[in-house]
């Protein structure tokens, strides 16, 4: 559960031999969990569970019904990670599940007439902090007075997100919220560096603009 997620430091060649030992270490485990190794199973897992929930999180609004598409997403992992072949690192093979997972429960809910929302209660920071802002649960419970505040400012918050343009809101979601570096963002939305620089540049100033007499 207290696995770290990726590291932020984007194009720091220490975060990059960090990460790439990361891959090497999961790509053991998934050779070994596909030959039946269920110790390898429970260390993906381990590795990965809290960056699935926040992925979830992020996306489905409620932390509770992230944790149960968490759940879901590794009784399906644990299923076909025969299929997994190694062509792309494999954070991002499961994000595909995490999403459709996602897709999955909101639509289950839509069934319901459930009104969907998108909280981003538990963004740490303020919009337009460096690359080292981090989006995690909080690790101590606030008192009263700052639970009131910080929901009011994150219902702000999450309001000015959800003006934003679909184009912006993801990248700056998946930036921040799934922690990836500008290159994995890249080979997810199939887009050169140099257009993912600019376009969080964009994305920032725009929740900048949206955010200006708040913060």
Same mark, same amino acid.
């Given at each position: 559960m207290?696995q770290?997620?990726?590291?932020d430091?984007?194009?720091?060649?220490?975060?990059?031999?960090?990460?790439?030992?990361?891959?090497?270490?999961?790509?053991?485990?998934?050779?070994?969990?596909?030959?039946?190794?269920r110790?390898?199973?429970?260390?993906i897992i381990e590795?990965?569970q809290?960056?699935?929930?926040?992925?979830?999180?992020?996306?489905?609004?409620?932390?509770? *019904?992230a944790? *149960?598409v968490?759940?879901?997403?590794?009784i399906i992992?644990?299923r076909?990670?025969?299929?997994y072949?190694g062509?792309?690192?494999?954070w991002?093979?499961?994000?595909r599940?995490?999403d459709?997972?996602?897709?999955?429960?909101?639509?289950?809910?839509?069934?319901?007439?459930?009104?969907? !929302?998108?909280?981003? =209660?538990d963004l740490?920071?303020?919009?337009?902090?460096?690359?080292? !802002?981090a989006?995690d649960p909080?690790?101590?419970?606030?008192?009263?007075?700052?639970?009131?505040?910080?929901r009011?400012?994150?219902?702000?918050?999450? !309001?000015k997100?959800?003006?934003?343009?679909?184009?912006?809101?993801?990248?700056?979601?998946?930036?921040?919220?799934?922690? &990836?570096?500008?290159?994995?963002?890249?080979?997810t939305?199939?887009?050169? &560096?140099? !257009?993912v620089?600019s376009?969080?540049?964009?994305?920032?100033?725009?929740?900048r =603009?949206?955010?200006?007499?708040?913060?």
């Amino acid at each position: 559960m207290n696995q770290a997620g990726p590291n932020d430091s984007a194009g720091s060649g220490q975060g990059g031999a960090e990460r790439a030992a990361e891959e090497a270490q999961v790509a053991q485990w998934v050779r070994a969990a596909q030959e039946g190794d269920r110790d390898a199973l429970a260390r993906i897992i381990e590795c990965y569970q809290d960056r699935v929930w926040r992925r979830a999180r992020y996306r489905i609004g409620d932390p509770d *019904e992230a944790w *149960e598409v968490t759940q879901d997403v590794f009784i399906i992992c644990l299923r076909k990670i025969g299929q997994y072949r190694g062509d792309a690192p494999f954070w991002f093979w499961l994000m595909r599940i995490v999403d459709n997972q996602v897709r999955n429960r909101q639509g289950w809910w839509r069934r319901r007439r459930r009104a969907q !929302t998108f909280s981003l =209660e538990d963004l740490g920071g303020q919009a337009g902090d460096d690359e080292k !802002t981090a989006f995690d649960p909080p690790d101590s419970a606030p008192s009263p007075r700052q639970e009131a505040a910080g929901r009011e400012a994150f219902a702000i918050l999450e !309001t000015k997100m959800g003006e934003l343009s679909a184009e912006h809101r993801e990248i700056l979601l998946l930036r921040f919220a799934d922690g &990836l570096a500008y290159e994995e963002i890249a080979a997810t939305l199939d887009i050169s &560096l140099g !257009t993912v620089k600019s376009r969080i540049n964009r994305a920032r100033a725009e929740l900048r =603009e949206k955010m200006k007499d708040y913060i």
